[in-house]
């Protein structure tokens, strides 16, 4: 990436990874439009609402997943293999201890955060169930981000895209099998979920394994090297940290939509299903930017790391723009999709048609925080995100609620903090070295 047209570097890296991440976020969708269609609003209610507690554990494993990135794709813009290798191996062998941690620590707090979120009767033993089943097979998903996250450093965006397309293929096969063919309801989806995430862990694995390239995997040698977890923790904790608060925080959120019931609930996580959607675009265009400016920024050529960031800021803005503005026009036709139960369908589309035109906003901290952490920076746009997607947020939804606990105003709580985080990371970016006009980096 630190030679030729830099749009064609950016839309020929963040397509096969918007491309991926819309599989991705199929997993969980399918799951929902399945149990929509065949078990009930109890049941897309019950699954659709975990997704703030996975998304804890999984966005503090991505986290530290983008620290790994950023040390492997610096390595590579200065060809220095040898800290390549070392990144590669402790990336893995980081990967399987947090594995452990996260499925044993994500089961034991099932409980008190169902209750935290004042998860109605009766939707709260399937939700049990899907978590715990979900939770038992996170391994799968950890390796495939990881390993896939290696290859995305490396200017590979392609292979990941394939082996995800296919295991999201698999989750709906299994999906229609476990539910349709067997019965098995909420089980059903979580279980197919997991296989089917394992499937992409073996594929990725097998690759990197038989590559022989300076990034592949030798086992004899994953180990933990200390000096290269520590340039992986300086990056990759703060942004874990943040993406886990960030998760932990929307567990408040799901709580002040679970008081309005199961209908509102099953509303609300349509929405959000169709929302992740629209977040795809900003979300792959900000990590191709921190994978190009993490090379230009290895390879000593800041004013083209600049002129990466505004080209995908623009690509970004367009794209979002465009996606929000059908999502209003189809929003009935969208929520018919998941489900055709009349008070879940109103509450979707009001959710839709309310909080859709804000995502504009997401593309400015999206890019900008992902530039910065290409630098190497990860502190300031983890205090920018924590202080407006959690500290803030929370200040907001308190107030909201003393002033009467209006849905439409609680709503809004998710634009309130991408604008504050926008705003705040605008002024960041703007002040950091890559808008400086020497042609010099520090030292990696």
């Known amino acids: 990436m630190t030679q030729g047209a830099i749009w064609k570097h950016l839309v020929f890296f963040s397509l096969p990874m918007m491309i991926g991440l819309c599989f991705q976020q199929l997993?969980?969708?399918v799951d929902i439009v399945v149990v929509g269609q065949f078990v009930g609003k109890e049941a897309l209610a019950a699954v659709g609402s975990t997704s703030s507690i996975i998304n804890t554990l999984v966005g503090f494993s991505a986290g530290l997943s983008m620290g790994s990135s950023v040390i492997i794709s610096q390595c590579y813009g200065a060809h220095d293999y040898k800290k390549l290798r070392l990144a590669v191996h402790t990336t893995?062998?980081?990967t399987f201890i947090l594995s452990v941690i996260a499925t044993v620590l994500g089961i034991v707090l099932v409980d008190p955060l169902l209750r935290m979120m004042d998860t109605p009767a009766d939707v709260y033993d399937e939700a049990k169930t899907y978590l715990n089943i979900y939770l038992s097979g996170l391994v799968g998903l950890l390796l495939y981000n990881m390993g896939s996250g290696i290859l995305r450093a490396v200017g590979d965006s392609r292979r990941p895209l394939y082996f995800l397309c296919f295991s999201a293929v698999l989750n709906t096969l299994f999906d229609l099998l476990f539910v349709i063919g067997f019965g098995m309801g909420v089980e059903g989806v979580a279980y197919a979920t997991i296989l089917a995430?394992?499937?992409?862990?073996?594929?990725?694995?097998v690759v990197l394994t038989r590559d022989r390239a300076s990034y592949g995997i030798y086992w004899r040698e994953?180990?933990?090297d200390i000096p290269t977890l520590k340039r992986i923790l300086s990056i990759g904790l703060p942004s874990g940290l943040q993406q886990a608060l960030t998760g932990f925080s929307n567990v408040f959120v799901q709580s002040y939509i679970n008081y309005f019931g199961a209908a509102c609930m099953a509303g609300w996580s349509t929405y959000s299903k169709l929302d992740s959607f629209l977040f795809v675009p900003a979300q792959s265009i900000a990590m191709a930017s921190t994978t190009f400016v993490?090379?230009?920024?290895?390879?000593?050529?800041?004013s083209r790391a600049r002129e990466g960031v505004k080209q995908a800021q623009i690509m970004s803005v367009a794209v979002t723009a465009v996606l929000s503005i059908l999502m209003i026009l189809f929003a009935r036709n969208f929520t018919h999709l998941f489900t055709t139960d009349p008070?879940?369908?109103?509450?979707?589309v009001r959710f839709i048609t309310l909080i859709s035109p804000f995502y504009i906003t997401t593309c400015f901290n999206q890019t900008y925080a992902g530039a910065l952490r290409g630098i190497?920076?990860?502190?300031t746009p983890m205090f920018v995100l924590l202080f407006s997607f959690v500290a803030f947020r929370q200040m907001y939804l308190f107030t909201v609620r003393l002033l009467g606990n209006s849905l439409f105003w609680i709503s809004l709580a998710y634009p309130a903090g991408w604008i504050m985080a926008s705003l705040l990371l605008t002024v960041f970016y703007r002040r950091s070295p890559l808008c400086c006009t020497a042609e010099q980096a520090p030292a990696i």
């Open 197 to 205: 995430q394992a499937v992409s862990a073996v594929l990725v694995l």
């Open 92 to 94: 893995l062998a980081l």
């Open 222 to 224: 994953v180990r933990l």
């Open 27 to 29: 997993y969980n969708t």
């Open 294 to 302: 993490g090379q230009n920024f290895g390879a000593k050529q800041m």
């Open 343 to 348: 008070a879940v369908v109103e509450y979707a």
């Open 376 to 379: 190497g920076n990860a502190k």
